[in-house]
């Protein structure tokens, strides 16, 4: 099955500044790479997500990369404030009906 | 629209206790999934059900079962509790191919 790694496992950064996660997955077949946002407590819920024949999104202060060819993707999020804080997992799915995780990201912001 | 609901919220079993977790969605959502949330491990897959009547094995299928009992529910149930199975529980659902997953509150469990 697909194996999803994503780095790092914990970031701070200042309010202000950005912040980047990057995840690698194995599977050429994978189509799909949302990115969850989850806060302490909660389900996690989706930011924002990609399709293999995009290369780049943007929505407001986050943008996600795909590069098909290395098998990666990468989360960036710009003028961090605290309320960015909050754990972070990237997905890859095959044709829709299974999403393999990574291990999750925890960003903190400091005011 | 509530979305995805669990119940319960929390649960503490025994050793060997069996429960059942409820998952619904008002969403008319076709698949539905059951995962579990260990720290440092992210989301792993324990079942899905792709449509109503169907249901698969996911990465960590072993001391559960699931039941689609219609289109709005989806049931993940420990026959026979084991510590290994302390975790936060998460219910998800998702209209269809490469479509965003929504997911419940969780449910603690922990067994001791």
């Known amino acids: 099955g697909e194996n999803v790694e994503q780095h790092p496992s914990t970031l701070s950064v200042q309010e202000g500044d950005s912040a980047v996660i990057k995840c690698t997955y194995s599977?050429?077949?994978?189509?799909?790479f949302p990115w969850y946002k989850q806060e302490l407590g909660k389900g996690p819920q989706l930011i924002i997500d990609?399709?293999?024949?995009?290369g780049e999104k943007k929505d407001q202060r986050i943008a996600v990369t795909l590069n098909k060819t290395a098998k990666h993707f990468s989360l960036h999020i710009t003028e961090t404030q605290p309320e960015d804080s909050a754990v972070y997992f990237c997905?890859?799915?095959?044709?829709?009906?299974?999403?393999?995780f990574g291990t999750g990201t925890s960003l903190t912001v400091i005011p | 629209n509530a979305g995805v609901t669990q119940t319960p919220k929390f649960q503490v079993l025994k050793t060997g206790q069996s429960m059942t977790l409820q998952c619904a969605q008002d969403?008319?959502?076709?698949?539905m999934y059951w995962y579990r949330q260990d720290p440092g491990m992210g989301l792993r897959l324990i079942y899905y059900?792709?449509?109503?009547?169907?249901?698969d094995k996911g990465e960590v299928p072993n001391g559960y079962n699931v039941s689609r009992l219609n289109k709005r529910e989806f049931s993940l149930r420990l026959e026979s509790a084991a510590p290994s199975q302390t975790s936060v529980y998460f219910c998800?659902?998702?209209?269809?191919?490469?479509?965003?997953?929504?997911f419940g509150q969780g449910t603690r469990l922990t067994v001791v």
């Open positions: 059900s792709a449509s109503e009547g169907t249901t």
């Open positions: 997905a890859a799915s095959i044709a829709g009906n299974q999403f393999y």
């Open positions: 599977d050429s077949a994978s189509n799909y």
């Open positions: 969403m008319n959502h076709n698949s």
């Open positions: 990609i399709r293999s024949n995009v």
């Open positions: 998800a659902s998702h209209r269809g191919m490469n479509t965003e997953a929504f």
